[in-house]
């Protein structure tokens, strides 16, 4: 059995299924009754998209840089 084989048998022992109906009750409990998120949770998903943008900035930056070299 090949390095790939052996990787892809161990990631189908430890999958878990889930029905259409765990999925959606899973759904329901982490969305809040009133369907809109919270403040707090608007607030780590701004700071979140804050550092993936600051991410990709330097990321570019780094790539102009290697480029212009």
Do not use: C
Not at 58 to 69: E, F, I, L, T, Y
Request: hydrophobic letters at 45%.
């Amino acid at each position: 059995m090949t390095k790939a084989a052996e990787q892809h048998a161990a990631a189908d022992q430890v999958a878990v299924f889930f029905t259409r109906a765990e999925i959606q009750a899973l759904a329901k409990q982490a969305r809040p009754k009133d369907g809109y998120p919270t403040a707090e949770e608007l607030a780590l998903q701004d700071k979140a998209w804050k550092r993936l943008l600051k991410a990709e900035s330097v990321d570019r930056n780094a790539q102009a840089k290697a480029a212009g070299k």
